[in-house]
């Protein structure tokens, strides 16, 4: 069975940088799968970051960034603020379906 | 500007039906691929299926093939999803998303704000 994975948890502080992750149990991400992330807060519906691998959605900022590193899709965020705080999606597109990781709870401290 | 108004959640009993509705408005509707994805409580997201632009072609998930249909009617700009069979762990936010522009490669770019289905006895 196919399992995107993620790490469950991130704290970053104010200000800093910090780079998720998004692998495959089976294979490496290349970007022929797609990756997309969302970001999500509490009672919220997800809201569209990136898709095909680095390409911002309208209106997200430039401190978020998406790429390829090493065999994993990467979400980069810079410059984090406060309301970045919410768990964070990557989503691949593998062999005609759709698969979510399990999300990484991004906490600002 | 695109909105996307899902409706028809509640709570339903252990192997009955409902039928979800997502009313889609400010684009042009027929052009796009839909999908619906769901959300247990304290849970992630998980993709439920898609129909293609003109409805001819669905793809599902394995958790809920041959339980839940999606269907859409271009001329009303809505998407639906049949669930039937229904299990507790189908309990959940239900989202229905639009396809980026290109079908594989573009994510979802927008999403409804999602209907909460019980199944529960």
């Known amino acids: 069975q196919t399992v995107v994975t993620q790490e469950p948890s991130f704290s970053v502080s104010p200000g800093g940088t910090i780079t998720l992750t998004c692998g495959l149990n089976?294979?490496?991400?290349?970007?022929?799968?797609?990756p997309s992330w969302y970001q999500q807060t509490p009672g919220q519906a997800p809201r569209t970051l990136i898709y095909s691998t680095n390409t911002r959605s309208a209106g997200v900022p430039d401190r978020f960034s998406g790429s390829i590193l090493g065999n994993k899709a990467a979400l980069t965020i810079t410059g984090t603020q406060a309301d970045d705080e919410s768990d964070y999606y990557c989503m691949l597109y593998l062999r005609g379906a759709w698969v979510f990781g399990g999300g990484t709870k991004l906490t600002v401290l | 500007q695109v909105q996307l108004v899902e409706s028809g959640g509640g709570v339903v009993q252990p192997g009955k039906s409902l039928r979800l509705s997502c009313a889609a408005s400010g684009f042009t509707f027929q052009n796009y691929a839909m999908h619906w994805v769901r959300q247990a409580p304290g849970k992630g997201l998980e993709w439920v299926g898609v129909i293609v632009y003109d409805g001819s072609n669905e793809y599902y998930a394995e958790s809920v093939k041959g339980r839940f249909t999606i269907s859409r009617d271009n001329a009303k700009n809505t998407v639906y999803l049949q669930l039937n069979s229904l299990r507790v762990e189908d309990t959940a936010v239900y989202y229905c998303?639009?396809?980026?522009?290109?079908?594989?490669?573009?994510?979802?770019?927008?999403w409804g704000q999602g209907t909460l289905v019980t199944v529960s006895s």
């Open positions: 089976s294979d490496s991400v290349s970007a022929s799968y797609y």
């Open positions: 998303a639009r396809n980026g522009f290109y079908y594989d490669s573009d994510g979802f770019d927008y």
